[in-house]
Every structure is written in structure tokens, then in C-alpha cells.
């Protein structure tokens, strides 16, 4: 049997043609997934891009809500900012009706929640008797609270010079190769990078999650196995922005416990005066209403104000069932509101 040379140029391109076939399908293919990731990225930076404006929204509608109440003497939990249903004399006001929840903005929509800043003490205000009160109530042992106060304070402070627990440049450079800040603190993170502060004293250690080990107390300080526990972290009544006092009216019962000269019943009296009785706490006259030792008051008054003007925003931006997270921290002076900080945080 004969096999006819002309046959064996036809197999060959048959096998030509197959081979190119199936390098176009492969290339073809590969074209329509590049075609389909750049499709779903270009969706996804068109999504990020309605997702910022949505929470940069929520944001600017924080502060219209913060202009409208920005006029009245005091601040207080029951005002619309906080989502209460309002204070003072509003019963015109054109918040009655509006909603910091599930707010409309084009595509989607926007729920915020605002934390008047001035609930907290200013850590860059603080000065050494609140900072040592503050390290007290926490349950840091005697022989830190030196440390840490004097080492927060030099941290702030100009100068090469330290205090006799603090640290400086010198300091640092030789523990962790970085200088002293030398100015006010501008994240609460910082807090971490000075001398004598623990991660466990920044963030707090409630007493079950202390230690693993059954724990003997007969003394002060804590075993080699143990982590020492502290009711709340510094970074739970600390912040670097805000006006300088404490608003009696916002700031909860831990931060008021904090004040060097307040006692239990004054801070549970003063709860009792903001919100649930006639007439209302709304000046700090009123406090001696609300049981304040007329010794201590002079010592009170130098950190409390009834009134907050910085505010940190949180911006929930949702399209679908896909949500972004948005912070700001803003000033108000009267009816005059700022933003000084906005970022994606989630």
C-alpha cells in the first residue's frame, strides 16, 4: 500500500491550524479576563470615588448640625448632635425632624455618630496633679506614676532639659533610636512611644483578661508572670484636641472621677442634675447644687467648662450592602464650623 505524498503537507496543516486555533482561544480568553479585572477595577475606583463623597457627605452634614446648635451657652448629651431629641430653646430649630441615620447621597446613604472631644481630658493641657490623679484611678503602681507623668510632660514640653522622672532626646535615642516630640501631641497613638507607658496601661487590662495565672496580691507591684491590671486604658479619657476643659455636661463618670478635687457624690449628683432633674446642670454656678465641696471648688473649676467645640466624626458611607468608614475631627466656634482632619479608617 501506497501512501500518497501530498497527504503528509495536508496533516501538517491541519496541525498548524489546530495549533493556532488553540493560541487564539488561550489568547482570547486571556484578553477577556484582562478586559474583566480592568472592568471590575475601574467599577471598584468608581465605587471608592461615590464612597468618599458619601462619607465626605456625612461629614459636612455633622457640621451643619453642629452650626446649628454652635450659638447655645452650653453642650449637652440631649442635643441633636448627639442624636438626642434637643435642649434648649429649639423648638424652632431646623434640626427638629432631621436624622444623622441612613441619610440619602446619591447612590447611597450615610449614618453618623459624632464624640465631643471636650468628654475627655486634653493631654496636652494636663498638667502634673491631673496626670498623677489620672495614673492613681488607672491602678499604675506608685513607682511609675513619676515616670510616666513627668516622661508625658517632657514629651510636650520644649527643651532639652528633663524632669527628674522624664526623659528626653537622649533618652530615646538610646532606647529606641527616635527623638523626643518636644511639642503637643497630635495622635493619641504617641502615647505608646514615651517612657514608662505599657501597651497594657495605654489600651487598659480589665481584670479577667490580667493574667492567666490566679493572681496573690500581697503587695504592691505584680509577680514576673503577671500583667498588671488597670480598670481603663489612657487612651480611653485622653485626647490631644479639644478646647482645654472637660464639659461637666458630656464627659461620663469615669473622666469626672478623674478631676483632682471631685468626690463620688458630687460626680453621682452631677449625673443625676444634667438630664433627669428641674431645673437641669447647665452652668457650672449650679455646681455647688449638686453637692461640690465649697473648699474644693476653686480646684474643680480650673478644668471644667459646660460647653464643647471639637468633635470627632464617624462617617458610615454604605452603597449595597458594602460599607466604608470615614473619620473627621472638626472645630466649631459659634456657628462657624471646621474641618481640620478627614480619612478613610475602615
Not at 449638686?290 to 458611607?317: C, F, K, W
Request: with cysteine; net charge negative; proline share 6%.
Amino acid at each position: 500500500m501506497k501512501i500518497s505524498t501530498a497527504q503528509k503537507p495536508r496533516a501538517f496543516a491541519i496541525v498548524i491550524v489546530l495549533v493556532s486555533v488553540t493560541v487564539l482561544a488561550l489568547l482570547a480568553g486571556a484578553f477577556a479576563y484582562a478586559m474583566k479585572v480592568e472592568t471590575r477595577l475601574l467599577a471598584n475606583t468608581n465605587n471608592d470615588e461615590q464612597f468618599y463623597w458619601i462619607g465626605r457627605g456625612g461629614i459636612d452634614r455633622a457640621c451643619w448640625f453642629l452650626a446649628q446648635e454652635g450659638n447655645q451657652p452650653f453642650t449637652s448629651l440631649q442635643q441633636y448632635w448627639n442624636h438626642g431629641p434637643g435642649d434648649g430653646p429649639e423648638t424652632n430649630s431646623p434640626l427638629a425632624g432631621e436624622s444623622l441615620d441612613n441619610y440619602q447621597i446619591g447612590l447611597g446613604t450615610v449614618s453618623v455618630t459624632m464624640t465631643e472631644l471636650e468628654s475627655k481630658i486634653n493631654l496636652n493641657t494636663a498638667d502634673a496633679p491631673l496626670l498623677q490623679q489620672v495614673l492613681t484611678q488607672m491602678g499604675v503602681d506608685a513607682s511609675a506614676i513619676s515616670v510616666v507623668s513627668d516622661s508625658i510632660l517632657d514629651w510636650i514640653g520644649p527643651g532639652d532639659a528633663a524632669r527628674p522622672a522624664g526623659a528626653k532626646s537622649d533618652y530615646y535615642q538610646g532606647t529606641g533610636g527616635y527623638n523626643a516630640k518636644n511639642g503637643p501631641i497630635d495622635d493619641i497613638q504617641e502615647l505608646q512611644l514615651i517612657k514608662g507607658v505599657t501597651p497594657e496601661m495605654f489600651k487598659g487590662t480589665p481584670p479577667e483578661d490580667a493574667a492567666a495565672l490566679p493572681r496573690h496580691h500581697l503587695g504592691f507591684g505584680n509577680a514576673p508572670s503577671q500583667l498588671p491590671t488597670y480598670a481603663f486604658g489612657l487612651r480611653d479619657v485622653f485626647t490631644p484636641f479639644s478646647t482645654g476643659k472637660i464639659n461637666v455636661l458630656t464627659a461620663d463618670e469615669k473622666v469626672l472621677n478623674l478631676i483632682p478635687g471631685m468626690d463620688t457624690a458630687t460626680v453621682e449628683n452631677i449625673l443625676k442634675l444634667r438630664g433627669e432633674t428641674e431645673p437641669p446642670l447647665r452652668s457650672l454656678a449650679q455646681l455647688a447644687g449638686a453637692g461640690a465641696n465649697p473648699q474644693a471648688m476653686q480646684q474643680i473649676s480650673r478644668y471644667l467648662d459646660v460647653r464643647g467645640d471639637t468633635y470627632e466624626v464617624h462617617a458610615t458611607a454604605t452603597i449595597g450592602g458594602l460599607s466604608h468608614e470615614y473619620t473627621a475631627v472638626v472645630f466649631r466656634r459659634g456657628a462657624n464650623v471646621q474641618v481640620v482632619s478627614f480619612c478613610r479608617t475602615k
